[in-house]
C-alpha cells in the first residue's frame, strides 16, 4: 500500500431516505463526525420476488472509520434498525489519504 | 473481520441509463433480487482523449452476492454487454451485516 | 479471484462541487482517461462537532487505475488540494472485467 495511504474500514449502509436524519444522529452520538450521502434508489430482497419495480428512495451513506467505532455501529445497526428498516450494511478495507479528517 | 459480517462480493456497474431496464431484467433472471441505484455521470476511455466534456449519463448498479453467482454475472456481461455498450463491471471484497438480504 | 478480473486500483475522491472542473484537468493531465461522478453531500470532520447540519453539496469521483498511476494521483491531491480544500479520498482493491477500458 502507498505511504501515503493509512488503513482504515468504510462502512456503506443502504436504507430508506426517510430515517436519515435519526440515523445520522446515531452515528453521530457514536463519534462519526465525517460522512457522505447520495441519492439512491432499489430493492431488496425482502420485496417481491417476482417484481423488479417499483423501486424505493433509498440514500447511501459511506462513513470511515477504525475497528472499534466500527464495532459499536455494527451493533447500534443490528440492534435499532435491522428489525424495523429495509437497510442495508457492508464493510470494505480502504487506504485513505487524510486519516485525520475522520 | 467482526463477527457480524459475512464474506459477499460487491458487483459495480457503471452504464448508460438507457440500458437499465433490460440490465435489470438480466440480472433478475440471473437471480440477484436486491440492487442499488445511484444516478452518475462520466466518460470512458473510449472517448474523445482530448475533451473532457461532455460527460454522459450513467448509472452506477450496486449488488452483493456470492462468488457462483458473480461469475455468472460476468460472463452474462462479458458476452451480451461489452460489444455494444459502454459499460465498466469492478469487483471489491466486503463484509455484509445482513447477508440474509441478498 | 475470477479469471475474468484484473487486479486494479479504485480511487475515490470527495470534494467540493465547485472543484469539479479544475480537478478534472488535473486528473486527465495525469493520464486519467474514465471516471465516474455522482453527486453527494456530506459533512467532514472539519466542521462543527455539535452540529450535524448543513451539509454542503460535494462530488464523489471514483477512477480505476494502475499503482503508478495512483502514486502519482495521490501525490497531486495531497500537494495542490490537501491545504485548501474539505477533500477526503481512499483507495481500495478491485477486480475489473474490462481493464482496457481504462
Not at 447520495?38 to 440514500?59: F, K, M, V, Y
Not at 464495532?71 to 437497510?87: K, P, Q, R, V
Amino acid at each position: 500500500m502507498n505511504p501515503k495511504l493509512h488503513p482504515k474500514r468504510l462502512l456503506t449502509i443502504i436504507c430508506e431516505a426517510e430515517i436519515e436524519r435519526t440515523l445520522l444522529v446515531r452515528l453521530h452520538q457514536l463519534g462519526i463526525r465525517g460522512y457522505t450521502i447520495t441519492e439512491a434508489r432499489g430493492q431488496g430482497e425482502h420485496g417481491d420476488r417476482d417484481a423488479l419495480w417499483p423501486s424505493s428512495a433509498n440514500i447511501r451513506i459511506e462513513v470511515l472509520c477504525d475497528d472499534a467505532v466500527l464495532d459499536s455501529l455494527l451493533d447500534m445497526l443490528a440492534d435499532e434498525y435491522f428489525a424495523s428498516y429495509g437497510l442495508v450494511a457492508f464493510v470494505s478495507d480502504v487506504g485513505v489519504l487524510r486519516p485525520g479528517k475522520f
